[in-house]
């Protein structure tokens, strides 16, 4: 049985043949020779908003022959206080996989270990693995192996997708370093964890010196919207803009995972500079995605 539960917990090999896989199924998007989820309903229950993981999910699964039920929280008894466990054994008798955008990342392990069949982590608090599956997918696709190359990640250094960068840097070979607050840094256990070449610096211009690729994500997360005023303004000094990117090696890719707010985490200039680059990322959720069923169910 497999699950994509966190980049944390998928195995380097794995890893590798997802990001292998993901270009032939790119190209071969339209007349794919399998249908390897014929016959299959997998739900997405979502306790947060979402539009790329969403549809590329919703798309993906229908054109590897499966159907997809997007399953809202707040319209199933999960909603209502429901324990995730009997929502896992109810689903795990009546559906073939699952794909779950939540807050706690034990609720996706618990549906895991629960339901019995194939979990896929759509984004919790701590980790977004599609997301870097496919940023990943996309620097190589561009610029050929990360390993060796340097990544900048700058603002919320402590959030989801700041987390699965982290765990990718040990088991991909590449450098990442963190440009934020002290307050918004990963902890230090976390970072142990982890393992690999990575360095947390308060100096933006250092951090992107020589950076193969620049990565920002919003100031507030899903979920942190009680603490925006103040997260607004102790992140004010870590925009990604073109005197930044200037200091990057020349050539370096600049990325959002997406919704971008112009004039916070990103100015408007500099993200439209790099849009070619920032929506074949949203566009490239869809092929990754269906290297991970692919894997998921093989
Ligand atoms: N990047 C990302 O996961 O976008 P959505 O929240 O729209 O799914
Ligand atoms: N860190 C962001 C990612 C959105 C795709 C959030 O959790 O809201």
Same mark, same amino acid.
């Given at each position: ?9 998928l195995?380097r090999a794995?890893m ?6 993901a270009g032939?199924?790119?190209?071969q ?16 229950i ?5 539009t790329?993981?969403?549809v590329s999910?919703?798309v993906?699964i229908?054109?590897l022959?499966?159907r997809?039920?997007?399953l809202?929280?707040?319209?199933i008894?999960?909603?209502?206080g429901?324990?995730?466990k009997d929502t ?8 073939h996989?699952a794909?779950i955008r ?5 609720d996706?392990?618990d549906?895991a270990?629960f339901?019995?069949i194939p979990t896929?982590?759509?984004?919790t608090d701590?980790?977004?693995p ?5 940023d990943i997918f996309?620097?190589?696709?561009k ?13 919320d250094?402590?959030c989801?997708v700041?987390?699965s ?7 991909l ?13 990963p902890? +230090?256990?976390? =970072? /142990?964890?982890a393992? $690999?070449?990575i360095?947390?610096?308060e100096d !933006?211009?250092?951090?992107v010196? *020589? @950076? ?10 899903m979920?942190?919207?009680a603490?925006? +005023?103040?997260r =607004? /303004?102790?992140l004010? $000094?870590?925009?990604?803009n073109?005197?930044? !990117?200037?200091?990057a090696?020349? *050539? @370096?890719l600049?990325?959002?995972?997406l919704p971008?707010y ?8 500099t ?9 074949t ?8 995605q269906?290297?991970?069923l ?5």
């Amino acid at each position: 049985m497999k699950h994509l539960l966190s980049i944390e917990k998928l195995a380097r090999a794995d890893m590798e043949y997802i990001l292998a896989a993901a270009g032939a199924v790119k190209q071969q998007r339209g007349h794919e020779l399998t249908q390897p989820l014929a016959g299959q309903t997998w739900p997405l229950i979502f306790s947060k908003s979402s539009t790329r993981t969403r549809v590329s999910f919703e798309v993906g699964i229908s054109e590897l022959g499966g159907r997809p039920m997007f399953l809202s929280a707040a319209d199933i008894q999960l909603g209502r206080g429901e324990p995730i466990k009997d929502t896992a054994r109810v689903l795990g008798r009546m559906v073939h996989g699952a794909v779950i955008r939540t807050f706690a990342q034990r609720d996706v392990e618990d549906f895991a270990q629960f339901s019995g069949i194939p979990t896929i982590n759509a984004l919790t608090d701590d980790e977004h693995p599609c997301q870097i599956l496919t940023d990943i997918f996309t620097f190589e696709e561009k610029r050929g192996p990360i390993a060796g190359k340097t990544v900048t990640f700058i603002g919320d250094g402590a959030c989801n997708v700041a987390n699965s960068w982290i765990f990718a840097a040990a088991k991909l070979g590449f450098e990442l370093r963190i440009a934020a607050p002290k307050a918004f840094q990963p902890t +230090a256990e976390l =970072l /142990e964890r982890a393992g $690999g070449k990575i360095s947390c610096t308060e100096d !933006v211009n250092a951090a992107v010196s *020589g @950076a193969d690729l620049i990565y920002t994500d919003v100031w507030v997360s899903m979920g942190k919207e009680a603490e925006a +005023a103040a997260r =607004l /303004e102790q992140l004010a $000094g870590y925009q990604v803009n073109q005197a930044l !990117v200037r200091r990057a090696r020349p *050539g @370096a890719l600049v990325m959002h995972c997406l919704p971008a707010y112009r004039g916070k985490e990103i100015d408007e200039e500099t993200f439209e500079a790099n849009a070619a680059t920032i929506f074949t990322q949203a566009e490239n959720r869809l092929h990754v995605q269906k290297a991970i069923l692919n894997w998921a169910v093989a």
